[in-house]
């Protein structure tokens, strides 16, 4: 089997023990176990629980790389893009960062290297609403609105009634839509190459 495949393998076993048991039942012997290797093999790939952590957020990071690059021609633009990765797509996703975050929070696998990761993904989301938006109250608001659903998601709060937080999400796309244009010099063409009209 190939580095890159068993590399993956055993982060993905540390997120199924995070979401099954929590941080606390995270142990280089459990990990290793659940991706079926050894403990020195796991060692090779990841000399400690921390850097095991440290791993899974790298991942994590790259991953938000692809959804920064692809945000700008979601058809919600940059602020749509942002609002549709609030809202976790399952129970498991949600439930893995939650444990990911209390497991940086505890003092065993506390990690400033993988939390400035996460600190630099949603100060990114920031810039990229700021830059897109153009109106920084209106970035700000659309920001606070995301982080809230997400938050309230990984933490198994009450959620909104799934209506509301659509037509929430589409108030917001549209509101955008609206700064976006009215920062567009005279002439610029629409989507379908016809002069837009003022």
Sequence with gaps: ?????????????????????????????????RAGVSKGGLLYHFPSKNALINGLVERMAAEAEELFAAAPQHSGGVTGAFLEDSLPSSREEAALYWSLIAALRSQELASPEAM?????????????????????????????????LYLTAIAELPQPDPVITRRIIDDLVDRAARARAEREPPGVTGRAGEPRRW
């Design 116 to 148: 400035g990761l996460i600190n630099d993904i949603f100060t990114r989301w920031a810039t990229m609403l700021r830059e897109d938006v153009g109106d920084p109250v209106l970035a700000e608001t659309i920001r606070l609105v995301g982080d809230g």
């Design 1 to 33: 089997m190939s580095s890159t495949t068993t590399r993956d393998r055993i982060l993905d076993s540390l997120a199924e023990i995070l979401i099954d048991q929590g941080s606390s039942a995270v142990t280089l012997e459990a990990v290793a176990d």
